[in-house]
């Protein structure tokens, strides 16, 4: 699997939101390691945009709105090999 698309995030990965709570899925975040594809791509916390990479995944949260419903952030391009 190269690239999963999501609603939400896996826990503890992009997903704090404004108040500082953790709001992703614990059972994604267990799907996602074991399916170990190479970019994971989600958005529903607007906050929490951005990209990491664990255990050899590129996770983006790649919400362009923020908490306020306002385009603030860029779209990402993403190439993979």
Do not use: W
Request: with cysteine; net charge negative.
């Amino acid at each position: 699997l190269d690239i999963l698309v999501t609603h939400g995030p896996p826990i503890s990965i992009l997903d704090r939101n404004i108040t500082g709570r953790l709001c992703g899925c614990e059972e994604l975040l267990r799907k996602v390691i074991e399916v170990q594809p190479k970019v994971h791509v989600f958005g529903h916390i607007h906050e929490a945009y951005g990209m990491i990479e664990k255990s050899g995944i590129q996770f983006y949260n790649a919400s362009i709105l923020n908490e306020s419903d306002r385009v603030t952030n860029q779209p990402f391009v993403i190439d993979i090999d």
